[in-house]
């Protein structure tokens, strides 16, 4: 595959089948790489993750390594990890506080935290020099376009293209759900980040966070396992936590799922409706309304519990569950690498006992010793190697393909296990890959 | 239960020493009792039993009220109510092990083996109550799965109570060196 246009492109892709190329070339991924990862809106982290002037991340921001930073006018800036002098990269840590200025290791060149140089040492040296003072070449560069929304920070590297509320569209209320579900509007990071590097391309996740299909198969054995438990719990008298429940609904019989509808947007973003049940009512659930109705009112706290999200897939690279309070960020690292970072959050004025029901997901689900993405990470390095054989040329997404509804561009599967999610993200793949 | 044995792990009790005045049941030739020997060989039966996949025996190491718990971070000082990589009771234990050991656990059809190997071993605190135990103790475990070899090593505290049936883990901390960062792949077992 070359890089001349997107002729050669538009044969790989079909409406109801994709060539397996785009998963395995890696002319394809860096053609990806500059026209929809160095083009969309992409999540950088929480702005709670930066709470005092000088606290900083790193991140990789498409493949950028660059700063999120609070400025002292409490301002959140997106610059690159880099030295406008001779090119070192300023911060070597993933988090900390740099005081008024970023000071390079190097030379000392120092910035202030909205990347505008403070001062070189020695100036006098640039005297009669091409480097004047006035030079934005002595600031660190910024992302092109720095959004938020309600504290979620985003970053575009291109000057041009849709606002960050045009972009989320819909699929904003994978922000407003989780906050809303917060007594005060708002959430707040947990510092806690984990990460794993995948062997496989980044669309073999994305493609999997809404596949309604897989869950019943994948993880059989840790549906059966939970439930045996949840079962012996039961049989002496007990209770068996939430978080049974969290992997015991994996049992949910194979036709069942089809009743889980998804919701499938413009820019490829997509909603899976809820299949948890999360609303039990033990005394903590009920303490919890409680403080809502106090904040929201009845009729708006109906509202806001009444919202049942599963999943919401924010197209290129982020998967959030709002009523779980997790994200997962997607990061490209190569054709068949891609790093994914997970992050979960706490309800402001919410209960404890609220918080304590999103951190057993996280520790049980997404943390390192996990028993359910366990199997979907063997099932992605599986794809990923079936695809990069020559043993067939296509990926097939003919599941109820042609039997969705679509209205206004909005398509509802009418099916929970219709692959029309996956049909949906190759059509954001194909407006970004040929310039739309 | 995680907040006692820091409290413990920063108050040895100094009195005790090596030595406890508990009966013994390791011998040795003086015919004193070796708490430093019988809890090695403890340390060394359950490393044995992880890589010898004996995941029931592992787990009925643990007293009944016993928890299994690898932080997010080693500057953490409670199991409760922070993120954690593993914190598992017999319960969550038992769901993990049936899960392994299911004929669709896909994850589980690669090769896979672990070697542990534990030293270092230090008694940081006896109860002269109870004969429990506050141990420190390094591990480092090789793991091949499907043809790649990772490394994790750190320390192990363990707060093991002392039954007529030998030690049981109340409470088992493990601090990996390299925990915090990126994961190839899960940690299918208990480290």
Same mark, same amino acid.
């Given at each position: 595959?070359?890089?001349?246009?997107?002729?050669?492109?538009?044969?790989?892709?079909?409406?109801?089948?994709?060539?397996?190329?785009? /998963?395995?070339?890696?002319?394809?991924?860096?053609?990806?790489?500059?026209?929809?990862?160095?083009?969309?809106?992409?999540?950088?982290?929480?702005?709670?993750?930066?709470?005092?002037?000088? +606290?900083?991340?790193?991140?990789?921001?498409?493949?950028?390594?660059?700063?999120?930073?609070?400025?002292?006018?409490?301002?959140?800036?997106?610059?690159?990890?880099?030295?406008?002098?001779?090119?070192?990269?300023?911060?070597?840590?993933?988090?900390?506080?740099?005081?008024?200025?970023?000071?390079?290791?190097?030379?000392?060149?120092?910035?202030?935290?909205?990347?505008?140089?403070?001062?070189?040492?020695?100036?006098?040296?640039?005297?009669?020099?091409?480097?004047?003072?006035?030079?934005?070449?002595?600031?660190?560069?910024?992302?092109?376009?720095?959004?938020?929304?309600?504290?979620?920070?985003?970053?575009?590297?291109?000057?041009?293209?849709?606002?960050?509320?045009?972009?989320?569209?819909?699929?904003?209320?994978?922000?407003?759900?989780?906050?809303?579900?917060?007594?005060?509007?708002?959430?707040?990071?947990?510092?806690?980040?984990?990460?794993?590097?995948?062997?496989?391309?980044?669309?073999?996740?994305?493609?999997?966070?809404? +596949?309604?299909?897989?869950?019943?198969?994948?993880?059989?054995?840790?549906?059966?396992?939970?439930?045996?438990?949840?079962?012996?719990?039961?049989?002496?008298?007990?209770?068996?936590?939430?978080?049974?429940?969290?992997?015991?609904?994996?049992?949910?019989?194979?036709?069942?799922?089809?009743?889980?509808?998804?919701?499938?947007?413009?820019?490829?973003?997509?909603?899976?409706?809820?299949?948890?049940?999360?609303?039990?009512?033990?005394?903590?659930?009920?303490?919890?309304?409680?403080?809502?109705?106090?904040?929201?009112?009845?009729?708006?706290?109906?509202?806001?519990?009444?919202?049942?999200?599963?999943?919401?897939?924010? /197209?290129?690279?982020?998967?959030?569950?709002?009523?779980?309070?997790?994200?997962?960020?997607?990061?490209?690292?190569?054709?068949?690498?891609?790093?994914?970072?997970?992050?979960?959050?706490?309800?402001?004025?919410?209960?404890?006992?609220? /918080?304590?029901?999103?951190?057993?997901?996280?520790?049980?689900?997404?943390?390192?010793?996990?028993?359910?993405?366990? +199997?979907?990470?063997?099932?992605?390095?599986?794809?990923?190697?079936?695809?990069?054989?020559?043993?067939?040329?296509?990926?097939?997404?003919?599941?109820?393909?042609?039997?969705?509804?679509?209205? +206004?561009?909005?398509?509802?599967?009418?099916?929970?296990?219709?692959?029309?999610?996956?049909?949906?993200?190759?059509?954001?793949?194909?407006?970004?890959?040929?310039?739309? | 239960?995680?907040?006692?044995?820091?409290?413990?792990?920063?108050?040895?009790?100094?009195?005790?020493?090596?030595?406890?005045?508990?009966?013994?049941?390791?011998?040795?030739?003086?015919?004193?009792?070796?708490?430093?020997?019988?809890?090695?060989?403890?340390?060394?039966?359950?490393?044995?039993?992880?890589?010898?996949?004996?995941?029931?025996?592992?787990?009925?190491?643990?007293?009944?009220?016993?928890?299994?718990?690898?932080?997010?971070?080693?500057?953490?000082?409670?199991?409760?109510?922070?993120?954690?990589?593993?914190?598992?009771?017999?319960?969550?234990?038992?769901?993990?092990?049936?899960?392994?050991?299911?004929?669709?656990?896909?994850?589980?059809?690669?090769?896979?083996?672990?070697?542990?190997?534990?030293?270092?071993?230090?008694?940081?605190?006896?109860?002269?109550?109870?004969?429990?135990?506050?141990?420190?103790?390094?591990?480092?475990?090789?793991?091949?799965?499907?043809?790649?070899?990772?490394?994790?090593?750190?320390?192990?505290?363990?707060?093991?109570?002392?039954?007529?049936?030998?030690?049981?883990?109340?409470?088992?901390?493990?601090?990996?060196?390299?925990?915090?960062?990126?994961?190839?792949?899960?940690?299918?077992?208990?480290?």
């Amino acid at each position: 595959m070359t890089r001349e246009g997107f002729g050669d492109l538009a044969r790989l892709v079909e409406f109801d089948r994709v060539h397996r190329s785009v /998963y395995v070339d890696p002319a394809i991924f860096e053609r990806e790489m500059e026209t929809i990862f160095d083009h969309a809106w992409i999540y950088v982290g929480h702005e709670s993750q930066v709470k005092r002037p000088g +606290d900083y991340c790193t991140v990789l921001v498409a493949r950028q390594p660059m700063i999120m930073v609070r400025h002292s006018d409490g301002r959140v800036h997106v610059l690159y990890n880099r030295c406008a002098h001779r090119g070192a990269m300023l911060c070597g840590n993933l988090r900390g506080n740099t005081g008024e200025a970023f000071s390079c290791s190097y030379h000392s060149w120092r910035y202030h935290t909205d990347g505008s140089l403070e001062s070189i040492p020695l100036p006098k040296g640039y005297e009669g020099t091409r480097l004047s003072p006035k030079s934005p070449e002595r600031n660190l560069k910024r992302a092109a376009r720095v959004g938020s929304y309600r504290g979620f920070v985003f970053a575009s590297l291109a000057a041009d293209g849709p606002s960050l509320p045009e972009f989320l569209g819909e699929a904003r209320i994978a922000f407003d759900d989780m906050c809303d579900r917060a007594p005060e509007g708002e959430v707040e990071v947990v510092p806690t980040c984990f990460r794993f590097v995948q062997h496989s391309n980044w669309k073999i996740f994305m493609e999997n966070q809404l +596949d309604a299909l897989h869950p019943a198969v994948t993880h059989e054995s840790s549906g059966r396992a939970a439930a045996d438990v949840e079962h012996d719990i039961a049989r002496r008298g007990g209770t068996a936590p939430l978080d049974y429940h969290y992997l015991s609904a994996f049992t949910t019989p194979l036709p069942k799922w089809d009743q889980v509808q998804t919701v499938n947007y413009p820019n490829g973003h997509s909603v899976l409706q809820g299949y948890m049940g999360l609303r039990p009512r033990d005394p903590d659930t009920l303490a919890y309304e409680a403080v809502l109705r106090k904040h929201y009112g009845a009729k708006r706290t109906e509202e806001i519990l009444g919202v049942n999200i599963h999943h919401v897939l924010l /197209y290129p690279g982020l998967s959030v569950q709002p009523a779980l309070q997790q994200l997962r960020a997607v990061r490209p690292l190569a054709v068949d690498r891609t790093l994914t970072e997970i992050w979960h959050f706490r309800l402001k004025g919410a209960p404890e006992a609220i /918080y304590r029901r999103a951190l057993g997901y996280y520790n049980l689900i997404n943390s390192p010793s996990t028993i359910v993405n366990a +199997d979907d990470l063997e099932n992605f390095w599986r794809c990923h190697q079936g695809l990069a054989s020559d043993g067939g040329a296509w990926v097939s997404f003919h599941r109820r393909a042609g039997q969705d509804d679509e209205q +206004d561009g909005v398509v509802g599967s009418r099916w929970g296990t219709s692959e029309a999610p996956m049909r949906n993200q190759f059509r954001a793949w194909t407006q970004y890959m040929s310039g739309e | 239960m995680a907040k006692t044995a820091k409290k413990k792990a920063a108050q040895p009790q100094r009195a005790a020493g090596r030595k406890a005045s508990t009966p013994a049941r390791a011998v040795v030739a003086n015919g004193t009792y070796d708490a430093q020997r019988e809890v090695e060989q403890f340390l060394y039966r359950q490393a044995e039993l992880l890589d010898d996949k004996r995941w029931g025996d592992f787990i009925d190491l643990f007293a009944a009220d016993g928890c299994y718990w690898m932080p997010a971070s080693p500057d953490q000082t409670t199991a409760d109510g922070t993120p954690a990589i593993f914190y598992e009771d017999r319960n969550l234990m038992n769901v993990r092990m049936k899960r392994i050991m299911h004929p669709h656990a896909w994850s589980q059809s690669p090769m896979w083996g672990t070697s542990h190997l534990v030293s270092n071993v230090t008694i940081e605190a006896v109860d002269p109550r109870t004969g429990g135990l506050a141990v420190r103790s390094r591990f480092h475990m090789m793991e091949f799965r499907r043809d790649v070899v990772r490394h994790f090593a750190g320390v192990y505290r363990h707060q093991l109570d002392k039954t007529s049936d030998g030690f049981r883990i109340k409470l088992q901390r493990v601090d990996v060196v390299n925990g915090e960062g990126p994961y190839d792949y899960v940690l299918l077992a208990w480290v």
